[in-house]
């Protein structure tokens, strides 16, 4: 492992040493590679996304794949949607998933090597009953699982961009996550979604977004626009030409 990485910084230091600019997603990543000793000029511009997919105009469809799913209509649902890894921290989730009552659900799209230790550890938590796996969706269908959530969530720390977060806020959808710096300028918090550093924190900012429906709309609202206004594919053209 420790050989690998030493690679990974000599490979990568090699092929950007002739280059004139560098574009990375995030900040998270320009700082990886000044650890690397890269030192061409740097470019922070997030990849785009077609936001046009995700827009949550369809009610019909949300209400089908909940009704699939064996979801309530009432039910207030968290999402996640990812790789099922152990880089994922899904763990922590389901660990505060415990706590908040028998009524929560946690809507897990995708699949990965992880899924069948995760499976498990719902059981011996006693989670089982409020978790629904959907496994691997084909990428053309994901936008519509994304319509079937209530509130995105996520407690990975090992993105070097994450595009399932922008992907959900392009769908609306209010985020609670982790803070991690692959966030920064991407979720402002109290603004288009909320961020969280411990169980509490998480507990108590679930709890608002569960009770105050007008907060909950607010703050997808105002993802979508972020998302519009910074993650599009004009957006990133633009900044690319800039570049």
């Given at each position: 492992?420790?050989?690998?990485k030493?690679?990974?910084?000599?490979?990568s230091?090699?092929?950007?040493?002739?280059?004139?600019a560098?574009?990375?997603?995030t900040?998270?990543?320009?700082?990886?590679?000044r650890?690397y000793?890269?030192?061409?000029?740097?470019?922070?511009?997030?990849?785009?996304?077609?936001?046009?997919?995700?827009q949550?105009?369809?009610?019909?469809?949300r209400?089908?794949?909940?009704?699939?799913l064996?979801?309530?209509?009432d039910?207030?649902?968290?999402?996640?949607?990812?790789?099922l890894?152990?880089e994922?921290?899904?763990d922590?989730?389901?660990?505060?998933?415990?706590?908040?009552?028998?009524?929560?659900?946690l809507?897990v799209v995708?699949?990965?090597?992880?899924?069948p230790?995760?499976?498990?550890?719902?059981?011996?938590?006693?989670?089982?009953?409020q978790?629904?796996?959907?496994?691997?969706i084909?990428?053309?269908?994901?936008?519509?699982?994304?319509?079937?959530?209530?509130i995105?969530?996520?407690?990975?720390?090992s993105e070097?961009?994450?595009l399932?977060?922008?992907?959900?806020?392009?769908?609306a959808?209010?985020?609670?996550?982790?803070?991690?710096?692959?966030?920064?300028?991407?979720?402002?918090?109290?603004?288009?979604?909320?961020?969280?550093?411990?169980?509490?924190?998480f507990l108590?900012?679930?709890?608002?977004?569960?009770?105050?429906?007008?907060?909950?709309?607010?703050?997808?609202?105002?993802?979508?626009?972020?998302?519009?206004?910074?993650?599009?594919?004009?957006a990133?053209?633009?900044?690319?030409?800039?570049?």
């Open positions: 492992r420790a050989l690998g030493e690679l990974v910084k000599l490979y230091k090699t092929i950007l040493m002739d280059t004139q560098v574009i990375v997603p900040e998270k990543m320009r700082t990886m590679l650890g000793g890269v030192n061409q000029p740097i470019y922070v511009i997030p990849s785009a996304i077609d936001t046009a997919r995700y949550r105009s369809h009610l019909e469809l209400e089908t794949i909940r009704a699939e064996g979801i309530h209509s039910e207030c649902v968290l999402i996640y949607v990812g790789r890894a152990k994922k921290n899904l922590e989730l389901f660990h505060f998933l415990k706590h908040c009552g028998p009524d929560q659900r809507l995708g699949g990965g090597p992880d899924q230790r995760l499976e498990q550890l719902a059981q011996e938590l006693g989670i089982w009953e978790l629904i796996f959907t496994g691997m084909p990428p053309r269908q994901i936008q519509n699982y994304y319509q079937a959530g209530d995105f969530v996520s407690a990975s720390t070097t961009q994450g399932t977060y922008m992907e959900a806020m392009a769908s959808l209010p985020l609670l996550c982790r803070a991690d710096e692959c966030l920064d300028g991407v979720i402002q918090n109290g603004v288009n979604g909320l961020v969280y550093h411990d169980e509490q924190e108590e900012r679930l709890k608002h977004l569960k009770e105050d429906f007008a907060v909950r709309n607010q703050l997808g609202i105002l993802a979508r626009q972020s998302v519009e206004k910074r993650y599009s594919i004009p990133f053209a633009a900044a690319c030409l800039e570049v």
